[in-house]
């Protein structure tokens, strides 16, 4: 049976964040990471992609640190190796799940059980991370002949960069889909597989980034800003912006303006 100790869905931590625990955890650890990160495994450091796993052993040692922003779902469980050696994943490796969508799904319902007091918790944590890990073993297998893949490659890397430099305009699915003539569920299985991240999230993360360098300028209106980056209403884009980055817009530029007044003396 699988015993979850401590788990957390979609979670922040502070940019630039470094997790460091050269005796392991003590516990097995799966994590999926959102954004890019810097791994060492074995003396060995590692650059991941968004969209990472990485499913540590008990005493692993674990060191592994934000590029930039840090954001994370993991699990903490105990189990005995024989039992988790019949998922045949991964261990003390990166590797890449095709469809994120899924593997989210079950965070989120893992999440909610483990907070909850709910009857037979302890069972359907038990379901919940058993078809975690299955649906982790069947996305390492391919799901599309190559030739199909490296058909419609090009043509969503075209749609990619449009949406990034784009990236205020108020883009639909449907849209989106008639752009690369695939349904809405074909379209997120090759979007998430090709670019480890949905399009949702991408298009959101080009928005942050711009939103980022317009508020550099100290005489640009938040109004003006989220406009500019394709949000309806200054509120929605404040939300969202310390979401992201845990500042407020206000914040953010204070921040950036205090750093260029007092620029680092070190050499």
């Known amino acids: 049976m699988f015993l979850v100790d401590y788990c957390d869905y979609s979670c922040y931590n502070r940019d630039k964040d470094r997790i460091y625990r050269p005796n392991g955890l003590g516990f097995y650890l799966f994590l999926r990471f959102y954004k890019p990160m810097k791994i060492v495994l074995n003396h ?21 640190v934000a590029i930039r922003e840090f954001q994370n779902s993991y ?30 799904q079950l965070f989120c ?16 944590m038990d379901a919940l991370l058993r078809q975690l890990f299955v649906e982790c073993s069947r996305q390492l297998e391919p799901t599309h002949p190559l030739e199909e893949l490296g058909a419609v490659y090009p043509t969503f890397r075209k749609l990619r960069l449009m949406l990034l430099m784009q990236c205020e305009k108020n883009w639909s699915v449907a849209e989106l889909c008639r752009s690369v003539h695939l349904e809405k569920s074909q379209f997120y299985t090759y979007y998430e597989q090709f670019f480890y ?23 640009a209106m938040i109004q003006d800003v989220a406009e500019s980056c394709g949000f309806s209403s200054a509120s929605h884009f404040s939300r969202q912006f310390k979401r992201h980055t845990g500042l407020s817009p206000k914040e953010y530029r204070e921040n950036q303006l205090r750093a260029t007044s007092n620029p680092d003396p070190s050499p």
């Open 44 to 64: 060995s450091t590692v650059f991941s992609r968004p969209g990472a796993c990485l499913l540590y052993t008990p005493e692993q040692p674990q060191d592994y």
């Open 75 to 104: 699990v903490h469980f105990s189990v005995e190796h024989s039992f988790l050696s019949d998922y045949q994943l991964p261990q003390n490796e990166i590797f890449y799940p095709h469809n994120l969508k899924e593997i989210d």
């Open 109 to 124: 319902k893992l999440q909610a059980e483990f907070l909850s007091q709910s009857k037979l918790k302890l069972e359907m």
């Open 197 to 219: 991240i949905s399009p949702k999230a991408d298009l959101l993360n080009a928005r942050m980034n711009k939103a980022k360098q317009m508020l550099k300028n100290k005489a």
